[in-house]
């Protein structure tokens, strides 16, 4: 029997293969996606600035960074946030009860009214 898994997604494979329906009304989708996934090693305040603005006014933006947080995106930036940032709002929110582990060992969000 073959296996059945669906492959983690993560990164520009995303786009290839696995597009949700709300990044086509991302403002990234357009923009080199380099700048999404620097090398952190030479990631400028101006990069960080640009991402960020680019995300603050993108108008799926709570989509993205729901999407990055259940399919445990690792590496560049999602709505608006780095990795490390991520991190942090997941923690938050599987305190809050927004998030929570399925019995696959993956995060499934929680919708509420006053959660958007």
């Not at 983690?8 to 709300?22: C, F, M, V, Y």
């Not at 608006?80 to 938050?92: L, T």
Request: contains cysteine.
């Amino acid at each position: 029997m073959g296996n059945t898994a669906s492959p983690r997604l993560h990164g520009p494979l995303i786009t290839q293969w696995h597009r949700p329906e709300w990044m086509l009304e991302a403002l990234c989708r357009d923009m080199d996606p380099n700048l999404f996934y620097p090398d952190k090693s030479k990631t400028s305040s101006f990069d960080q600035l640009a991402i960020r603005l680019t995300c603050a006014g993108c108008p799926v933006a709570e989509e993205c960074l729901e999407y990055a947080i259940v399919t445990h995106q690792r590496e560049g930036w999602w709505g608006g946030h780095s990795p490390r940032e991520r991190d942090r709002i997941r923690r938050v929110w599987e305190r809050a009860g927004r998030v929570e582990r399925s019995a696959h060992n993956s995060w499934e969000v929680r919708r509420e009214p006053s959660w958007g």
